[in-house]
């Protein structure tokens, strides 16, 4: 009766015992099975992050870029004083083709007239109708306001009147007749030389006294708002290019006189 008890108790341990087996093959598969399947979601997410993730981004890289992103569409800003005086380099060119023209009449040269006219036109559309215009409408006014170099607005009131009579004399006298006439040329190289006698100071004046001490007699908006004003009242009169095509106009008068190559200038010592 034992024995038989013992046999039924060893059959069902060993039962038992091929159960709790089997249970931990089970769970070991199972835990093989989540680990890979965990370790190759892992992977993947890995590779997947690779794929989407830049490369690390120097700051002076990062730093350039935003640069040109701020750049993009931005236009030059000028201020007024920038402005004016860069209009005064475009006189100075002028000038020196009126010297060039003196000389050639002086020395009973050719001079072709269309130089000189085209020159004065120049000197008529750009500085006296334009330039001196912004001036005389919004720079002087506020000089008197402040009452700061009343006296040298006045004088420079003056001369740009000065300058237009002298102007209409040099346009009137730019032709092929006046040319072949000793006289007119005569006329005409003197008409010249008391313009270059007075702008020379006048602008010096302008560029070292008044120009920078603008400045000093208005806000910094205001000074800010100047510079917007001219740049709208340039577009409006001359385009978008209105001074760079006054400096290539100026240049290819330089080209026709054959005064442009700055290399000629240079002193031989």
Do not use: W
């Not at 740049?231 to 095509?245: V, Y």
């Amino acid at each position: 009766m034992n024995s038989s008890k013992n046999r039924v108790e060893t059959t069902g341990d060993a039962h038992l015992r091929s159960e709790h087996q089997d249970s931990e093959h089970q769970d070991r598969r199972d835990f093989l099975g989540l680990a890979i399947t965990g370790g190759a979601g892992f992977l993947i997410g890995g590779c997947a992050n690779k794929q989407h993730q830049q490369p690390p981004t120097s700051g002076k890289a990062m730093n350039i870029a935003t640069e040109h992103r701020e750049g993009e569409g931005m236009e030059e800003e000028v201020s007024p004083a920038e402005d004016l005086m860069r209009e005064h380099g475009v006189l100075k060119r002028v000038l020196l083709v009126y010297r060039e023209g003196i000389r050639r009449l002086d020395a009973n040269q050719d001079v072709p007239p269309e130089a000189i006219a085209d020159a004065a036109n120049i000197i008529r559309t750009f500085i006296e109708d334009y330039h001196e215009k912004l001036e005389e409408d919004h720079l002087f006014p506020r000089f008197r306001k402040a009452n700061v170099h009343v006296e040298l607005v006045e004088v420079l009131t003056v001369q740009h009147q000065a300058g237009r009579r002298v102007t209409d004399q040099s346009m009137h006298l730019a032709t092929l007749q006046a040319m072949r006439n000793p006289d007119d040329r005569h006329r005409l190289a003197e008409s010249l030389r008391v313009f270059i006698r007075m702008y020379e100071p006048h602008e010096a004046r302008e560029d070292t006294v008044l120009f920078p001490a603008l400045r000093k007699i208005v806000t910094p908006h205001e000074y800010d708002s100047l510079g917007e004003d001219f740049e709208n009242i340039e577009h409006q009169k001359f385009g978008e290019g209105g001074f760079e095509e006054m400096v290539n106009r100026v240049a290819a008068i330089e080209k026709s006189l054959g005064i442009y190559d700055l290399a000629q200038f240079t002193p031989q010592t």
